[in-house]
């Protein structure tokens, strides 16, 4: 019994696949399959199990690390003196 539930499952995961594939949304598919009698939560055990199916296919996407290098702007004279050199600066 239970060999024929998973069948039952896997036909309605490969009809769903096949009809995302198509351009149909879960959403659709599932109240379609309903409104002609499928259970509720079969169907719903099959729409997961195909999004899982479908999102282990699809490409992997891998963006790249865009790196900045920055460099710093060169110090002026003053600036690379220490605060005392600096104020001595001020009043020589």
Same mark, same amino acid.
């Given at each position: &019994?239970?060999?024929? *539930?998973?069948? @039952? !499952? +896997? #036909?309605?995961?490969? @009809? =769903?696949?096949?009809? =995302?594939?198509?351009? @149909?949304?879960?959403? /659709?598919?599932?109240?379609?399959?309903?409104?002609?009698?499928? /259970? +509720?939560?079969? $169907? *719903?055990?099959? !729409?997961?199990?195909?999004?899982?199916?479908? /999102?282990?296919?699809?490409?992997?996407? *891998?963006?790249?690390?865009? =790196?900045? !290098?920055? /460099?710093?702007?060169? &110090?002026?004279? $003053?600036?690379? %003196?220490?605060?005392? #050199?600096? =104020? +001595?600066? %001020?009043?020589?």
């Amino acid at each position: &019994m239970a060999r024929e *539930v998973e069948g @039952y !499952i +896997r #036909q309605l995961t490969n @009809y =769903i696949k096949k009809n =995302i594939s198509k351009g @149909y949304t879960p959403e /659709s598919l599932k109240w379609a399959l309903i409104n002609q009698g499928y /259970s +509720r939560l079969e $169907v *719903v055990r099959a !729409i997961e199990l195909a999004n899982k199916e479908l /999102s282990l296919e699809a490409p992997k996407f *891998v963006e790249k690390p865009i =790196i900045k !290098i920055e /460099s710093e702007p060169e &110090m002026t004279k $003053v600036e690379k %003196l220490s605060l005392w #050199q600096k =104020i +001595r600066e %001020l009043f020589s």
